[in-house]
């Protein structure tokens, strides 16, 4: 057999051992190095194609219903443009109906009238030729340059691939000596990450401190108007916010339906300030019990106070959270890059403190007050998840060697044949590089590739196990040398192998484009197609002088 000669040529040649062992170390630094130059990209899961969105928007603290719904109507109208939405539900001072993103990012909690929720469908996957999180990146830009403004935080949230979390990238403040430095300190770190290019939607989770205006009735004026204190009140509060006064009962409805009476929409206040308040309460009248007309704005009194901002916990201390999502990138690499900002910009003015991994604390060095930067979301749900693996990946090496020692009672062989396995590594780089150039988005190596590359180890052992009983078997037998033993059982256990590896690639294809289990089956593709050149050029070239010993 042609194969048979090349492996026995290799065997009894030096040099040709050299070169193998050269090619298989240039190929495994190479393969290595395309993570630090970002060749190949490490996620957890790469983005879902789905049929809806939502948008969260929050105006500055203390806007009233009236700029929302301005402002709802801009991104509304600028949505409509696109021939990709079908159809837009707005909800005004509250979350809408909760879904599974927004069971952790704080939905259920909208009740302010400067907040609203947007819910976005869009056409099906099968009528569309642009991606969801593709659409979704081509409207944020459109919706931000005609209705973002410095006041405005306009989020475009999407159905997570994985476990949903607040934020793809969450830095949790921690510390300071009071809210409003923590605050200060929390705006600083929010500069750092805007300055990174695949950042979007940054948005700082604490509310200002803003002023109010609250109503307070002169009773006595009131009385000697003879106007009913009860009967203001009630005029007060339908002017404002209105209020149930009956039901309605319907045979097709299962509950009652509610009657809610509230003064004309004209009425609402057009902005926040003391001027549109006067203009509304003048507006008003009320009469008295001689069956005269009285101003409201006669009977009270406008004060000024300052509404306190909402206080945010975790673990018993106060936290403000500065949220970011990343646009056409994985989290890891813009957290780096502003990682490694903060401590260059940070350090002039605070003492930098590295905690841990990637945390970070900074001590103030004229008022010595500590800040905490803590790293989390879906960020610590990718660090997480592949440090497992990795575990994961690090036992089932050192259970396969040990396994293998009991079985050959040699370790030098049993290294062997670990090494062997490891080195399916360079196939499932490659793929993962070649499925990158042949995409459109960035093909990342993902989770369920690391699922995929351990799943490797297992059939790469057998792929050398074969190799080497049958060898041993040759050698007892037949009385063939090490190395003739060596090549005639690679080439003869070429076949099944190569047909195992065969059934791996087609059925694997098969998921290969997968939004989720894409990267499981690129990595049994890739891994099991470079197995086969391992096991029939690398294999025998480290198991010969283990054989020797065996035999």
Do not use: W
């Not at 801009?74 to 809408?96: H, M, P, R, T």
């Not at 002017?239 to 309605?248: P, S, T």
């Not at 300052?306 to 916990?313: D, F, L, Y």
Request: proline share 2%.
């Amino acid at each position: 057999m042609r194969l048979e000669r090349v492996i026995y040529d290799i065997l009894n040649s030096k040099k040709k051992i050299f070169l193998v062992y050269f090619i298989t170390l240039a190929l495994f630094i190479l393969a290595i190095l395309t993570f630090p130059t970002k060749i190949v990209k490490a996620k957890m899961l790469p983005d879902k194609d789905s049929d809806s969105f939502s948008i969260y928007l929050d105006l500055k603290d203390g806007s009233s219903s009236f700029e929302t719904k301005k402002k709802i109507d801009c991104i509304v109208k600028s949505l409509q443009k696109n021939e990709n939405i079908l159809d837009i539900s707005a909800f005004i001072s509250q979350g809408q109906p909760i879904d599974f993103a927004g069971l952790v990012k704080q939905s259920s909690l909208k009740h302010k009238e400067s907040q609203a929720e947007l819910m976005i469908n869009i056409k099906r996957a099968k009528d569309r030729e642009i991606t969801s999180y593709s659409l979704v990146n081509e409207l944020r830009q459109e919706v931000y340059g005609s209705c973002k403004d410095d006041d405005t935080i306009i989020k475009f949230i999407q159905l997570p691939a994985g476990p949903p979390v607040l934020a793809s990238l969450v830095a949790e403040v921690y510390g300071g000596a009071n809210l409003k430095s923590q605050r200060d300190f929390a705006i600083k770190v929010a500069k750092i990450l805007k300055s990174e290019n695949s950042l979007v939607d940054i948005d700082i989770l604490t509310s200002k401190d803003y002023q109010t205006y609250t109503l307070e009735i002169n009773s006595n004026k009131a009385t000697m108007s003879f106007v009913d204190l009860e009967h203001l009140k009630a005029t007060l509060y339908l002017a404002f916010i209105g209020m149930q006064i009956d039901v309605i009962n319907d045979d097709k409805k299962e509950s009652q339906i509610p009657i809610f009476l509230r003064l004309d929409d004209s009425k609402n206040l057009s902005s926040n300030s003391i001027s549109s308040l006067n203009s509304k309460l003048n507006s008003l009248k009320i009469m008295n019990n001689m069956g005269k007309m009285i101003s409201i704005s006669e009977l009270v009194t406008i004060k000024n106070s300052i509404k306190e901002p909402t206080i945010n916990s975790k673990n018993l201390n106060q936290i403000i959270n500065v949220i970011a999502e990343t646009q056409n990138d994985s989290q890891i690499y813009p957290l780096l890059s502003s990682r490694t900002k903060m401590i260059e910009e940070f350090s002039k003015d605070y003492e930098v403190v590295k905690t841990n991994m990637l945390n970070l604390s900074f001590i103030d060095k004229s008022s010595k007050e500590r800040f905490d930067v803590v790293f989390d979301g879906e960020l610590q749900v990718t660090l997480d998840t592949f440090i497992d693996l990795g575990t994961a990946f690090i036992v089932a090496l050192v259970l396969i060697f040990l396994l293998m020692v009991v079985y050959y009672k040699n370790f030098a062989l049993s290294g062997a044949i670990v090494l062997s396995s490891f080195i399916s590594i360079i196939g499932v780089i490659i793929a993962h590089i070649i499925m990158d150039i042949f995409t459109s988005d960035t093909f990342y190596l993902t989770a369920t590739s690391l699922i995929g590359f351990i799943a490797l180890i297992g059939i790469n052992s057998r792929n050398s196990t074969l190799i080497i009983d049958f060898a041993k078997q040759l050698v007892q037998e037949k009385g063939l040398s090490v190395n003739e033993a060596i090549a005639k059982a690679a080439a003869t256990r070429s076949k099944p192998i190569i047909l195992t590896v065969l059934v791996l690639v087609f059925a694997s294809s098969l998921i290969a484009n997968d939004a989720v289990f894409g990267g499981l089956g690129v990595a049994l593709i890739g891994g099991t197609l470079i197995s086969y050149v391992v096991s029939m050029f690398f294999v025998p070239v480290v198991i010969r002088n283990s054989l020797k010993k065996i035999v």
